[in-house]
């Protein structure tokens, strides 16, 4: 099942990023060490009774002339649109609706999508209650009057959300066919890997970056077996400013990462590992699904017997927090090596779902623990229980200990070592939970 996806919509200062942060709250940081992800979120998970959705805030503007900002705001509900499940369309009470509003409220109203209107900065209902009426129209019908900075009104902002969801969830047909996400920055060959699995040109390509182009589901039977490719390739946006174009492709891999088992991360070999590669695996890596970072362009670098060595070596350093994934080398062009695909595949699904006996489990805590003595703080040692898998893909473990306080991120990290040590969980993630036993 995926997650349900809310993008947050409207003018520049009306408040976006505040509501955005707000409703995150601290889950933001769900996993602190992923560079390039943490900082200048655009997109995060959110949770309101018992709906998880990810939320992403399409923001971003600048603007430099009405013009240009009329422009970004299309582009901008253009995307939310496109991606998200529900809309979130703030508006600011303390300059009441003003030309640009109508214009986005316009465009959402036609896309049919669920929307909720907003009214921020409503940080008294006394002082403000009556202003709220103008936005009815908009006619995108009830206003909700929050503040975002204050957090007020929140509550029935998000009931109303939430009311929008699909009532049996996003069940996608779940028929045990394996779902493959190719992400990856623009240009580094998602389409043309795309073709290339497929055999034969049904998705075009081109050398423009933010060319027009529909992302699209591609089944593959390889070996008998079916399997589908979801390409994030699709740029509609003829974006120039790169940012944009960045912001954009980064949300699309959110949605497509959602409803993905596996990721391949693609990584142009030409020019090496840059920060846009870094913050697109950053998504993989916290969403959970089980990674393989491919070089692409293999084919288009001079070669010794060292280079491939040599580039692993930066993967290493650069992805040193998801040293779990697997390396790939390969040619979109030549198809070289891509059939390894398959094998990676089938082998990290496998580890997806690997379930790991208690009683072995506990076994390996033991060893460990006696291997290298738990942590102490102020004359109290670490004492660490008992574990069992909760959970699969991605697998998850509970540990009990004396007190959690105590489980430093090193020695979980250390556990987790033993953990691969003894079964692999080749190409995914690992989880923990941390609970507390007297
Ligand atoms: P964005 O450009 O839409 O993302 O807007 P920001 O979240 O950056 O907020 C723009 C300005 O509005 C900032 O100075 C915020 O502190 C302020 N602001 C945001 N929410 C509220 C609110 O609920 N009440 C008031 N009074 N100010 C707010
Ligand atoms: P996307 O934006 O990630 O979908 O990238 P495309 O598939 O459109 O590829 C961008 C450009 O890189 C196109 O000109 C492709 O022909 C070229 N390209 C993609 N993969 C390879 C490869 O493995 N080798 C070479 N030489 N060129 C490639």
Partial sequence: MRKVIVAVVGRPNVGKSTLFNTIAGKQISIVQDTPGVTRDRIYAEGNWLNYYFTMVDTGGIEPIS???????????????????????????VKSGVVDADYEVAEMLRRSKKPIVLCVNKVDSIKKYGN????????????????????????GDLLDEVVKHFPKEGLEEEEDGTLKIALIGKPNVGK?????????????????????????IDTEVTYNGTPYIFIDTAGLRRKGKVTEDIERYSVIRTVAAVDRADICIVLIDAVEGITDGDTRI???????????????????????????????????????????????????????????KIYELVNMIHDNQVMRIKTGVLNEILARATAMKQPPSDKGKRLKLFYITQASVAPPTFVIFVNDRELMHFSYTRYIENQIRENFGFRGTPIRFIIRERG
């Fill in 281 to 339: 695996a950053g998504i993989a890596h916290e969403s959970g699904k089980g990674v393989i970072i491919a070089v692409n362009k293999w084919d288009l670098v001079e070669k010794n017997d060292k280079t491939m060595q040599e580039f692993t070596k930066q993967l290493k350093e650069k992805f040193a927090y998801m040293d779990y994934a697997e390396y790939l080398f390969i040619s979109a062009e030549t198809g070289q090596r891509i059939h």
């Fill in 131 to 154: 202003d709220i009426y103008e936005f009815y129209q908009l006619g995108l019908g009830e206003p909700f009057p929050v503040s975002a900075a204050n957090h007020l009104g929140l």
């Fill in 66 to 92: 009405d013009d240009v900002l009329l422009k970004q705001m299309r582009s901008q509900a253009e995307l939310a649109i496109e991606t998200a499940d529900v809309i979130i369309f703030v508006t600011d």
């Fill in 191 to 215: 389409s043309s890997l795309t073709n290339k699995l497929l055999g034969e040109n049904r998705v075009i390509v081109s050398d423009i970056a933010g060319t027009t182009r529909d992302a």
